[in-house]
């Protein structure tokens, strides 16, 4: 194509205008009285699910079955240990294959939420539907609450209907913001990013990396890396989204080194450790969208 | 549809740490295995491999180096030993049998098996037991399936077969399993609660990913790392009472600055009161007495369920 110096900057112009109407943010976050800064502390307990889908290997399987078997109970462990009321974004397959964790994470009070039915998202729209469907039941059965918030690439409109709050996914700004579809429809945003992810420092081959990729690392490091967060979120007095794995953080080690994080984290005064409903609830109410909508 | 299969290998929830007790009432296990492979791709160890500086830094200077240590540091370690090994070099394997350190299985040649007919990967098995046997005087009772720093994840590579070949050819245990920090039922048939004992592996404690990975020459290179790793999971799981294990390969940690990272990481974790370091067959012997499948495997039934547009 000849060159179009117009025909470019249109193409731009319009995609910048896109992806501002997509993302409402929300200048100055007010949390309850007392409270400086939120920190949300996050588990996506896929276990072996997204392993299976990606089709990997037997040990690879096995790796992410520690997930379930021993790493959810530590967290649970763990966060009950530090009255962190935490959310874990649980696939819905998972009620199948580990109810019993999922019943005790209710049961301690740590929000259940959606992490789709098998950790993808169909293209088919029906089948999109069927799925979240399918997911929502699943976890309003097994954990005795129907999920109110999701982390996964469903469609905005579709988890708007079927009730959903919130969705916790990518990283357009630090703290919570209201996600537009153009047609009407909005929700809220309660972001993460993978620099903290447990994933991203521990995981072999995360999200099908190549060896040549791996940055495998220490516990120490991490620490540090994530401490150096949360002190310029307390600073700013806005909000922290921890992204677990409960087969890489529940290893005996990283429960450690999280115990360790999360005693000095409370050291603060003002640091709130609410689930992510409890995060989403406060900014409706208090932030609502400024633009016109059918929600 | 069976039993989770084809997504779990075991039962739904792991034994807690009130449930863990070692003999003597020792307060944790921590097994060592020395990896004697230097395979650098799934055909497993070729000529060309055997041929290279480090091969022979590994079976000569960095092997003399990692056996004195664990000598003067009184460890017991399990060698993994890929089979062609011990038919090429018998004397240097009985030494280290003679030193109390166990012969375990490593393969063949240490070849990746999970493209194998299930024919052709028990021809393997059993002539590498019985070249292992014949060499060390006893049968292996340790199958190990380490990952090699070229494979595409770091958790060792095995068939639909292998657990079941393996016991078949009453083998005790296999040597790196991953769904749990302790040893634990790798199961191959719910029905009739076929299984095989897997002992815990988990690639933050294997030098091969630490020690100019992936590769030597051009690799990153994270002793220091590597180090943190193994003092962290070790004093969590002492203060858990459960396992600590580590695996090293003579020509990964054999290696100056690295084995005196080795040294003292190793000096420390003796420095503890109530460390079990028996070999993994110890290990897994006292475990499939106190911990048997009958009375402590508890699988759940199935409420796994096929849905239509889902994977099954």
Request: proline fraction near 5%; glycine fraction near 8%; aromatic fraction near 10%.
């Amino acid at each position: 194509m000849p060159f179009d110096a117009e025909r470019d900057l249109a193409e731009l112009r319009a995609a910048a205008a896109e992806s501002d109407a997509h993302h409402e943010l929300i200048p100055r976050i007010t949390w309850p009285e007392g409270v400086r800064l939120a920190v949300n502390f996050t588990a996506d307990f896929d276990a072996m699910l997204l392993r299976r889908l990606m089709n990997e290997t037997p040990m690879q399987l096995a790796k992410g079955e520690f997930g379930g078997r021993v790493g959810i109970w530590r967290l649970i462990e763990l966060f009950d240990h530090h009255n962190v009321t935490a959310t874990i974004f649980t696939p819905g397959r998972i009620c199948e294959l580990y109810p019993e964790a999922v019943r005790a994470a209710a049961r301690s009070g740590h929000e259940v939420a959606d992490h789709m039915w098998e950790h993808r998202v169909p293209k088919e729209p029906e089948l999109e539907r069927d799925h979240l469907t399918r997911a929502t039941e699943a976890l309003t059965r097994t954990a005795g609450r129907r999920p109110v918030g999701s982390r996964s690439w469903h469609t905005l409109g579709l988890m708007a209907e079927l009730g959903y709050l919130y969705n916790s996914h990518g990283s357009a700004a630090h703290g919570p913001f209201w996600e537009h579809d153009g047609k009407g429809n909005r929700l809220l945003n309660l972001p993460f990013h993978y620099a903290i992810d447990d994933a991203m420092f521990y995981s072999f081959a995360w999200l099908g990396s190549e060896n040549s990729a791996q940055r495998i690392t220490d516990t120490d490091r991490v620490m540090d890396l994530w401490w150096d967060a949360f002190e310029r979120q307390y600073r700013e007095g806005g909000y922290l989204n921890i992204c677990l794995h409960p087969f890489v953080s529940g290893r005996a080690l990283r429960i450690a080194a999280l115990d360790r994080l999360i005693a000095r984290m409370k050291e603060r005064p003002g640091v709130w450790f609410p689930s992510c409903e409890g995060v989403a609830r406060h900014v409706i109410a208090t932030h609502p969208s400024t633009r016109m909508g059918v929600h | 549809m069976p039993w989770k299969q084809g997504y779990t290998i075991s039962d739904e929830i792991g034994l807690r740490d009130g449930e863990i007790a070692w003999p003597e009432g020792k307060r944790i296990c921590a097994t060592i295995v020395v990896d004697l492979s230097v395979a650098l791709s799934p055909e497993g160890i070729t000529a060309a491999d055997l041929k290279t500086p480090a091969a022979s830094f590994a079976y000569h200077d960095g092997l003399d180096g990692l056996l004195a240590s664990l000598k003067r540091l009184r460890l017991r370690a399990t060698f993994a030993v890929p089979a062609v090994i011990a038919a090429i070099r018998p004397e240097r394997i009985r030494a280290i049998a003679a030193e109390g350190h166990e012969i375990a299985a490593h393969g063949f040649r240490h070849e990746d098996v999970s493209g194998l007919d299930r024919a052709e990967e028990k021809a393997r098995m059993d002539r590498a037991t019985a070249i292992l046997e014949e060499v060390a005087g006893q049968r292996p009772v340790g199958w190990y399936s380490l990952p090699r720093q070229t494979d595409r994840f770091a958790g060792g590579t095995i068939s639909p077969h292998t657990m079941d070949l393996l016991i078949e050819a009453g083998y005790a245990y296999f040597g790196n399993g991953l769904a749990d920090d302790i040893p634990h039922w790798w199961v191959t048939d719910f029905a009739a609660r076929r299984a095989i004992l897997a002992l815990p592996y988990y690639y933050h404690f294997d030098d091969s990913f630490f020690c100019m990975f992936p590769r030597k020459g051009t690799g990153l290179e994270h002793p220091d790392s590597l180090f943190r790793n193994w003092r962290a999971e070790f004093e969590a799981q002492y203060r858990r009472g459960r396992h600590f294990h580590m695996v090293v390969h003579p020509q990964h940690v054999g290696w100056c600055h690295r084995l005196e990272m080795f040294e003292r990481f190793v000096s420390r974790m003796q420095s503890f009161p109530g460390v079990w370091n028996p070999t993994a067959a110890e290990c897994a012997a006292y475990w499939s007495k106190a911990y048997s499948k009958e009375t402590h495997l508890k699988l759940a039934p199935s409420i796994w369920q096929d849905h239509e547009g889902s994977l099954s």
